[in-house]
């Protein structure tokens, strides 16, 4: 079995966390990929597996964490901080750089002054998570060394590009069905406003199918890859109590890693 591989993880909101059963796949094949990429709220997983923790160890602090308390207004922009974020899982990755880290990582975002990519290699991993997140309308861009950051999904949802070309990719999409995504549903947020439920389902829309076709771009630059993907339109992004039906999916659909490393 072939253990010098790449691992590309994709990202849609709270399904990141669908992300956890890939790596308890890995974890019973006893093989660790010798680099990850990736972009957006997925940051945080990737961080604590390169750091080491196991996919128990993260499903219980996805458990006990209150996401919703996490949230923090900027009243005056009507944005995100992200400063609560950034405490909260600073506990558990503390000071690390991503020198200090067992599995090479590379996190991908935006500077939204020239729309540069920027790829964190190096300096605290907590930054490069904060500018990660920064999900544009939603987050405050992170400043950092006088760039203001965002998140690079925008060109680029799975970060396929910048893994070493030598070794076969397995790239890991959590996107939904686009022709069944939102479909005579309301905002969670404002269930009673029709104009505010219309402009948000729209919205979810035309961003769904940016980061679809930004993925299908993505994997089309490589041959040597296997795609794992389950568009389970009936998980949607926020549903927080549908955690353990992510992770178990995407655990059943990623059993072809074990014929891909083998043949490749």
Known sequence: MNNNFCLALGWWALRWLAHIGVIKRLEELWVKPTEISGTSMGAIIWALYASGMTSEEMIK?????????LLDFDLKNWLLKGNKIMKYFQKYIWEKTFEELEIPLSIVVTNIDTGEKIVFRKWRIIDAIRASIGIPWIFIP??????HLVDWWIMENLPIKILNPNYPVIAVSVQMSISKRVRNKKSFLFPNGTMLSNSYGLIRKMV????YQNELNSI??????????AEREDIDYYEFNKMKQMIDEWYRISTPIVDFLKNN
């Open 61 to 69: 602090i996805a458990e006990d964490t209150k996401f919703i308390k």
């Open 142 to 147: 992170f400043k950092h060394n006088g760039m």
């Open 208 to 211: 769904g199918i940016m980061m």
């Open 220 to 229: 089309e630059t490589r041959s040597d890859i296997l795609v794992i993907r």
